[in-house]
C-alpha cells in the first residue's frame, strides 16, 4: 500500500504561481510513475503531467506545456507541480497519483491517489 498526501494548494490570481508538492510513503519500491490529475466540478478527472520516478522523463497535457513543470525528489520521495502562468481555467482539485507501470496519462493506468489539493485561480 502507498499513501500520497498533496500539499500546497490555494488561492491565487491569474498570472500568478503556486507550487504543489506530493509525499509518497508506505510500499514504494513499485512506484515507476507518478502522476498530477486535476478534477473541476461536473467534469472529468484530466490528465495534467506525469514522470517516469527512475528516468525522470516527462510528459504534459497540451494546456499546461510551458507552463508547468514536474519533477520529483528520489530521496525524499515527492513529487512537485510548479505552476507558472495561472488561468482560471486551472481551477481544479489537484491529484497526486502513483503507479506501477509506465507514466501514462490515464487515470486507469494509476493505483493510488492523494485526497487532492484545491486550486483556484481568480481573474
Known amino acids: 500500500q502507498v499513501t500520497l498526501v498533496e500539499s500546497g494548494g490555494g488561492l491565487v490570481q491569474a498570472g500568478e504561481s503556486l507550487r504543489l508538492s506530493c509525499a509518497a510513503s508506505?510500499?514504494?519500491?513499485?512506484?515507476?510513475?507518478m502522476a498530477w490529475f486535476r478534477q473541476a466540478p461536473g467534469k472529468e478527472r484530466d490528465f495534467v503531467a506525469s514522470?517516469?520516478?527512475?528516468?525522470?522523463?516527462?510528459y504534459y497535457a497540451q494546456s499546461v506545456k510551458g507552463r508547468f513543470t514536474i519533477s520529483r525528489d528520489n530521496a525524499e520521495n515527492t513529487v512537485y507541480l510548479q505552476m507558472n502562468s495561472l488561468k482560471p481555467e486551472d481551477t481544479a482539485v489537484y491529484y497526486c497519483?502513483?503507479?506501477?507501470?509506465?507514466?501514462?496519462?490515464?487515470?486507469?493506468?494509476?493505483?493510488?491517489w492523494g485526497q487532492g489539493t484545491q486550486v483556484t485561480v481568480s481573474s
Open positions: 497519483a502513483a503507479g506501477s507501470r509506465g507514466y501514462s496519462d490515464l487515470v486507469s493506468e494509476y493505483d493510488y
Open positions: 508506505g510500499r514504494t519500491v513499485r512506484i515507476y510513475a
Open positions: 514522470i517516469s520516478w527512475n528516468t525522470g522523463s516527462t
